[in-house]
C-alpha cells in the first residue's frame, strides 16, 4: 500500500518557521518529481513548491519564494518544506504529492498520482 504521511504542521506565530515532511512507503519515488500544494480554507488547492526526482531543480510559487525551501532525502523515502517568515495567509492544510509519470519539475495538481492526507499549518497574526 503506496502511502504519503505528512508531519510537522501546527499552529505558529506570524514570523515563525516550520518544516514539513512527508515520509513515503509502498513504492519508491526515487525517480519521481514530488511537490508540495496547500488549500486554504473556501479556497482551491494552489501549488507551493516542487522538486525533481534527483532534488537538483526545484520551482516556487510567488507567494513563498525566498521564504519556502523544498528538499528531498531519497536515501530516507521523504520529502521536506522548510517554511520561514509564516504569514496568516499562509494558513492551510499542506499536501505532499508525488508523480510517478514525471521526474521533472511540474506545477499542476493533475501531473501527480499520489497524495498524501494533509497537514494543517495556522499562522495566527
Known amino acids: 500500500q503506496v502511502q504519503l504521511v505528512e508531519s510537522g504542521g501546527g499552529l505558529v506565530q506570524a514570523g515563525d518557521s516550520l518544516r514539513l515532511s512527508c515520509a513515503t512507503s509502498?513504492?519508491?519515488?526515487?525517480?519521481?518529481?514530488m511537490a508540495w500544494f496547500r488549500q486554504a480554507p473556501g479556497k482551491e488547492r494552489e501549488f507551493v513548491a516542487a522538486?525533481?526526482?534527483?532534488?537538483?531543480?526545484?520551482s516556487y510559487a510567488d507567494s513563498v519564494k525566498g521564504r519556502f525551501t523544498i528538499s528531498r532525502d531519497n536515501a530516507k523515502n521523504t520529502l521536506f518544506l522548510e517554511m520561514n517568515s509564516l504569514k496568516p495567509d499562509d494558513t492551510a492544510v499542506y499536501y505532499c504529492?508525488?508523480?510517478?509519470?514525471?521526474?521533472?519539475?511540474?506545477?499542476?495538481?493533475?501531473?501527480?498520482?499520489?497524495w498524501g492526507q494533509g497537514t494543517h499549518v495556522t499562522v495566527s497574526s
Open positions: 509502498g513504492r519508491t519515488f526515487v525517480n519521481s518529481g
Open positions: 504529492a508525488a508523480s510517478v509519470r514525471f521526474g521533472a519539475v511540474t506545477t499542476t495538481p493533475d501531473s501527480y498520482d499520489y
Open positions: 522538486i525533481n526526482s534527483i532534488g537538483a531543480s526545484t
